[in-house]
């Protein structure tokens, strides 16, 4: 008892005062937030079964907590009653079934204004700038619903009734009303359990989809946005130019991806297409997440010159084959360029 004594004293002041409630919000939204970034446990279903509530409960339920921070309202059945009433003393609080049906409704309502907010500013609506908003507000409201209930009379102060619930359930099973009640009262919980269960299995064997990888080229603009135009056609023997090369996962699990980026030189004959000439420009290997996408900024710095020539990035999964084409790319797409020679070399063969 000394020991637990001394463990509690280790906790800030005001954290021994939080309420049961808000206590286990800030629990499940910081578990949350660990099950998202731990690397190695955001891969499992953990993420999802606390992803769940953090979205669709967990936000709603803290506004609502600061909205009403008082217990639920008691009914005025006598003069007394009502003498307290007009001096001000009845609570104003709702229900806990009120509370619940709010949380969730509140919660489907805000996080997408959040995510409305996000796609106006810098960060955009992705993984990290969606946790950390919807954390932030989760826990501003717990913290203004926790100052507000301590505002309040401890007899007014909103708490969760675990005690009455408990021995509410041991009444209904130890002692219904009738056999059908008790019978009634076994089957509600047999439901739910299936139903768990039924979450459960789906959240852990979630169904597979259509697996595919997206594969395809940017060019940065000049205030930095990425967009899928104005690709560089002419180049120049030697003279490097950007080209950013994108990979989107959707092979339901992590891939290590290969590229190779070749200059062809081809002719198209009878709808047939023939490489006549070729150099490899670069090549590398790449590592992405299930659901994740990764850009790569390439210098493309071509080594012959020709007129409508073949730019080829050739997308692997693990390693490519000894010798890499289009047709053997699990992944392929290109752009024609034409390829001058350096100045220095048309001037030297002008002059001779």
Known sequence: ????????????????????????????????????????????????????????FLPGYALIAALFPEEESESVTSPDASAAQDAGQSRKGIDGIERVALSFGLSIAVVPLIGLVLNFTPFGIRLTPILVAV??????????????????????RFRVPYRRWLQTTREEFTNPESRLDGALNILLVMSVLLAGASVTYAVAVPSQGEAFTEHYLLTEQENGTLVADDYPTEYTVGESRPLIVGIGNHEQ???????????????????????????????????????ETHHEQLNITPSMSGTRLRL?????????????????????THLWVNVSAPETDAAVTNSS
Do not use: C
């Not at 954390?135 to 007014?156: V, Y």
């Open 312 to 332: 080829a990035f050739l997308l692997y999964t693990d390693t490519p084959p000894a010798d890499p084409t289009v047709e053997n790319a699990y992944r392929e």
């Open 1 to 56: 008892m000394a020991d637990e004594r001394e463990w509690r004293l280790l906790v800030p002041g005001y954290l021994r005062r939080l309420p049961a409630d808000l206590a286990a919000v800030l629990v499940l939204t910081l578990v949350t937030i660990i099950a998202v970034v731990t690397p190695g446990v955001r891969e499992t279903p953990l993420r999802v079964v606390f992803g769940l509530p953090f979205v669709l």
């Open 135 to 156: 954390s932030g507000f989760t826990l501003a409201m717990t913290a203004l619903a926790a100052h507000r209930r301590w505002e309040l009379e401890p007899a007014d």
């Open 253 to 291: 699990r992590d891939v290590t991806y290969s590229l190779v980026v070749e200059l062809q030189e081809v002719r198209i004959q009878n709808n047939t297409t023939n490489v006549l000439n070729e150099t490899e420009l670069d090549r590398l290997q790449t590592r992405v997440a299930a659901g």
